[in-house]
């Protein structure tokens, strides 16, 4: 993604415990140690001008990592992208999967989309996957809102347009937490547009977002 991005854009990308390189370190199953941690590790990286894009959960990592570095007095965001979930103060609609039994969580994964099907076969590779995610989910499933202001910078919003999990309206929703600007554009794909056929458009429009975020 990196070499999509204008010169002036520094990808910086945050790797949760128990994956890649920290493949051995605890994980995290609860929103507010991961946004303490975050903050901890972030807050003498911002002197220069900075954006949160994040992407289902981590959109809502992002949203509460905002929040927490507004809490600190410390430099916040020129601006924020979700992509893919909706409105932190909504409800979930569907029930909760990070409990579910691994047939049926696999299952889940099936429906959803975005793992490959000999991904979901390989009890070796789902061993090593699905540790990580039924923690992200855990994360997603069991954090409760509480009711904030509004932040003075521009929220936009990305969605797929076939993603049956998530509503358009839900992901509206997010205006409500901006007094500055806001946007919502929609792709072509599900859940994982940005990975799908719509990567170039996806590509195109958060170049551009991230232009207005500077102006």
Do not use: C
């Not at 140690?33 to 903050?39: F, G, H, Q, Y």
């Amino acid at each position: 993604m990196s070499t999509s991005l204008p010169p002036w854009v520094e990808l910086s990308i945050l790797q949760l415990p128990g994956r890649e390189t920290l493949f051995n370190a605890p994980m995290y199953y609860a929103m507010k140690p991961l946004v303490d941690a975050t903050a901890r590790v972030i807050l003498p990286k911002l002197e220069l001008p900075y954006a949160f894009f994040g992407h289902s959960l981590g959109a809502h990592v992002a949203f509460e990592l905002a929040r927490e570095l507004r809490h600190r007095n410390a430099a916040l965001p020129r601006g924020l992208i979700a992509s893919g979930t909706r409105a932190p103060h909504l409800p979930m609609r569907r029930m909760p999967l990070h409990d579910l039994p691994t047939p049926r969580f696999i299952e889940e994964l099936r429906r959803y989309g975005g793992t490959p099907e000999a991904v979901l076969q390989n009890q070796e590779l789902m061993d090593i996957f699905l540790p990580p995610l039924r923690a992200d989910l855990t994360i997603f499933e069991t954090f409760t809102h509480s009711p904030d202001e509004p932040f003075d910078f521009p929220i936009a919003v990305f969605g797929g347009r076939s993603d049956h999990r998530l509503d358009p309206d839900e992901l509206e929703a997010w205006r409500e937490h901006t007094r500055g600007r806001f946007s919502a554009t929609f792709f072509d794909g599900g859940h994982f547009y940005l990975l799908e056929r719509s990567r170039a458009a996806f590509l195109t429009s958060l170049r551009e977002t991230l232009e207005t975020f500077g102006s």
